[in-house]
Every structure is written in structure tokens, then in C-alpha cells.
């Protein structure tokens, strides 16, 4: 498919209707670490004639119900703020969210008609990254118009102010007002439960030895840094398992597993396969260490609980470590097994420790983005891996239909997975992938064909 030609017709800077608080909000120091640009997603919808009635009229009624959620949603009308030493603040200053209209002379059938690839880039809010931060909006919206009379609605949420969870909530909340209904359920905009204790919660402080997410992962043998790697040519690819697939590698995972133990989760069988077909398809050689970076949602995990509702950043990121050799010829339950044996770090205390871990740090900026040379990096030999799987990615009414496809933008780096549920709630999994150009073909071939392989060797067990 070329590349669609998008024709910016008109931007606007969406402020909250009414008055909001004005202010500094801190951040967490989990909200200024890792990736600190704008996570794209686009909904597309192919509504009924009718709604062309008048011209503006959608764009209209996006731009007023935008203009309500964010006196709730009110951080996402602020500016970050670098204050020094690699640390940001967010000033909730009512700016506005940039809202983008936007022409395109594709259809939605060339875009989106049964096929899993990640969006052009050029769908979404061009967003300039030279500029000054706190010139930079925290909150984009592109209403774009299709030939066919579709419509697309390409949005980008800072992640330094709000995780997937958080951006969902707004979105689902945003389309009940735009549908002329109230709001449902208000964001927990109270971010002091992730800061550092006062005084600190551990006597003596954490140190950076007790937490590997925070280490520099593994180098390829025999290199000395990872520059050479991170020129090579990168690609993208969405590849879909069966709701059957994903039990036939849970039924894997688990044929090992002592009796009484718990059952791999579908979550941890998937990390896990996902991360042995990678160390196959880079050819990798057995005593080449290798990482899996695993984000976990810990609101359920903080002690009191937060709520689902809070807004900002509660993703943490653990990683499994292990050797290729051992990936590759022990049975899949090892691998999933590492994947869980991170997770269950994940507990309130390891939480607050690892902030206070954090706030100890003179500086944060080796933390962040791992697009920078001295960020962490999860390219080849490592992966990283984002669920989305739990989350109501689908379903958003505007006042013109549920949406007919969901994407991505291509925001991800080498290395980066992403797992989100088949659209049509069949228990499939979309797994959004981008990997070397070199290794992507391998990487499928060894995706389908091992799955394919268990397949066989289950229906010859009966």
C-alpha cells in the first residue's frame, strides 16, 4: 500500500471549558523514567451516511465533548517541565489539547480491511520533538476525513503523564460525553502514592545492584556497545493467534509443571514463547544472555489497592533473564517460568522501594527514553513486552457506531512487543511486533511453525 497522502485542513488548541485547577502537579518518579514521547493508537469508523449532515458537525461535537473531559482530565491540558537533573514537573496549566483536522485520499477498505499492520505515521499528529518541552502539548487528537466518506481519530498521549490504562479511561469517558451522556467515573488524580517515602522507607537505601530493571541489559557477545545494532533497518508486523493456538501453548507450557503447582497463565506462556522464538530467529548463540523486560500494571499489586481509576503512570517494568541455550532446548514452561518468577516481584513493597530507589538518584536521565544511547535498550539479544490484553481497547461510541478497526502507530523500537486482544472477542491475541528486518521472516516462520509442530505432537499424544 502507498503511503496515504493526509492534508492538514485546520489545528486547534482545545482548552477545558471551565475553570480548572491551576498548579504544579509532581510527578512520580516512575512517570519520568523509560519512554518520555507520545504513545499513538487511531480508531476507525465508517458511519452512516447521515452523520455528513451538516460538514462540521463532527468535528464540532469532538472539539466541545474534548473541551468537557478535560476539566476531569485536566493534567492532560497541562505542559511538562524539565526542572534539572533529568527530572520533570507537570504544570496544569489549561493549555489545551492540540486537536488536528485532517484529510486523507485513502479509503478505509486500503487501511484497515482485514489486515494486522501498523498505521502509517502519517495518520497520526505530527509531533515536533525539537521544540522546547514545555511548548509541546501532553495531548494530541487528529480527526481525519477518508475519500470514502470514513473517518479516523489518531490519537498521542504523552507517557510521561499517563499510561494505557489511564489514556483508556479518558478516551472511554471522552466518547460518553460526546454521545451526550455524563460522566461515568472520574480519574484518582492523587499521584502521591508513588512518591518516595519521607523519611525514607529503607535504612540503608536501595541500591541499584538489588533491581536488574534498572541495569544496562546485555550487550550481543563480543560487543561493546550496542550502536552497531541500533543502526540496522528495523520493521513491523501484527501477528494473530487463535484462541485455540494460545491453549495449545499453555497446554505445552504446563505438561512439565509439578501437579499441585498453579497453571501458567495465558499472559506468561505467551511472554514466554514470544521470547524463545525471538532468540531463535536472531540466531543467537546458547551462552548469549538475553533479558525480557515485562511491564506490569501495579495498581492491583499496591497495598492499600488503587484504584483502576488513577491517572498516571503504574506500569513497572521487571525483566526475566535466562541464556538462549536454555530458552531454546528446555521445554516452554521454563521460559514462562522466568517470565513469572519477575512478575511476582512485582509486590507493594518492591514498588516503594524501587522509587525510593529512584529518588535517590542524582540524576534520571540515563533512566529515559529507550531511544536515547544512554537509555536502557531492549533491542537484539533482548525483547521488551507491553500487555494490553486486559484492557477495553474496543467499543468506543462517539455517537456514530462502535469503532470498525483499532491500531497502532508505529511507536515501538527494536525489540518492542505489544500484546492486544483479537478485536473480535474470540480469545485471540494480536501480537504487534518490531524486530530487524533480518530476523523478521525467521521470526515467523519459527512463530507459526512451532505452534504448528505442538499441534502434531499433541494429536499424536492421544
Known amino acids: ?6 492534508r492538514i485542513k485546520g489545528s486547534y488548541l482545545v482548552r477545558p471549558c471551565e475553570a480548572t485547577w ?12 523509560d519512554c518520555l514521547t507520545h504513545v499513538p493508537v487511531i480508531f476507525f469508523y465508517r458511519p452512516a451516511n447521515t452523520w455528513l449532515s451538516p460538514p462540521s458537525a463532527i468535528a464540532d461535537t469532538l472539539k466541545h465533548s474534548l473541551s468537557r473531559a478535560l476539566v476531569p482530565f485536566y493534567p492532560l491540558a497541562g505542559r511538562l517541565q524539565w526542572i534539572g537533573n533529568g527530572r520533570l514537573q507537570l504544570q496544569c496549566n489549561a493549555m489545551g489539547a492540540q486537536f488536528i483536522e485532517a484529510e486523507c485520499d485513502s479509503s478505509l477498505d486500503e487501511l484497515c480491511d482485514s489486515s494486522l499492520s501498523f498505521q502509517p505515521n502519517s495518520l497520526f499528529p505530527s509531533i515536533d520533538y525539537s521544540l522546547p518541552i514545555h511548548e509541546i502539548p501532553v495531548c494530541f487528537a487528529q480527526l481525519i476525513k477518508f475519500k470514502c466518506g470514513g473517518i479516523g481519530i489518531a490519537l498521542a498521549f504523552s507517557h510521561a503523564v499517563v499510561d494505557g490504562p489511564a489514556a483508556i479511561h479518558m478516551v472511554y469517558e471522552w466518547a460518553r460525553l460526546a454521545r451526550g451522556e455524563p460522566l461515568q467515573t472520574p480519574p484518582f488524580l492523587d499521584r502521591s502514592v508513588f512518591r518516595a517515602g519521607q523519611p525514607p522507607l529503607t535504612s540503608p537505601p ?47 507450557a504446563n505438561d512439565n509443571k509439578p501437579i499441585m503447582a498453579r ?13 524463545r522464538i525471538a532468540c531463535k530467529a536472531r540466531g543467537l548463540k546458547k551462552k548469549q544472555p538475553t533479558v ?33 541455550g536454555d530458552l531454546t532446548s528446555k521445554p516452554l514452561g521454563f521460559a514462562a517460568s522466568k517470565v513469572r518468577e519477575a512478575i511476582e516481584k512485582v509486590t507493594s513493597e518492591y514498588v516503594r522501594s524501587s522509587i525510593e530507589l529512584l529518588k535517590n538518584q ?75 528486518e533480518a530476523h523478521m521472516n525467521a521470526f515467523k516462520k519459527h512463530f507459526y511453525g512451532d505452534i504448528i509442530s505442538t499441534t502434531i505432537g499433541l494429536r499424536a499424544a492421544l
Open 1 to 6: 500500500m502507498n503511503k496515504p497522502m493526509v
Open 22 to 33: 491551576v498548579g504544579t502537579m509532581a510527578l512520580s518518579e516512575w512517570d519520568q523514567i
Open 206 to 252: 536501595p541500591s541499584l545492584d538489588d533491581y536488574p530493571e534498572y541495569k544496562n541489559p546485555p550487550l550481543l557477545l563480543g560487543q561493546m556497545d550496542n550502536s552497531e545494532e541500533r543502526k540496522k533497518k528495523t520493521t513491523m508486523a501484527m501477528l494473530r493467534i487463535t484462541k485455540s493456538q494460545v491453549e495449545q501453548l499453555r497446554k505445552m
Open 263 to 275: 497453571g501458567f497463565t495465558r499472559f506468561e506462556t505467551i511472554c514466554g514463547y514470544i521470547w
Open 292 to 324: 525480557s523486560a515485562i511491564s506490569v500494571d501495579s495498581r492491583n499489586c499496591m497495598r492499600p489497592q488503587l484504584p483502576r481509576e488513577y491517572f498516571g503512570n503504574a506500569n513497572f517494568n521487571v525483566t526475566a533473564q535466562s541464556v538462549v
Open 362 to 436: 542524582k540524576d534520571l536521565t540515563k533512566f529515559q527514553d529507550i531511544n536515547k544511547e544512554e537509555g536502557a535498550f531492549y533491542g537484539n539479544p533482548n525483547i521488551e513486552i507491553v500487555s494490553w490484553l486486559t484492557l477495553p481497547l474496543y467499543g468506543f461510541d462517539f455517537g456514530w457506531g462502535k469503532e470498525q478497526y483499532m491500531g497502532l502507530g508505529s511507536h515501538g523500537t527494536e525489540g518492542n512487543f505489544v500484546l492486544l486482544p483479537g478485536i473480535e472477542g474470540d480469545g485471540s491475541v494480536i501480537v504487534a511486533m518490531c524486530l530487524q
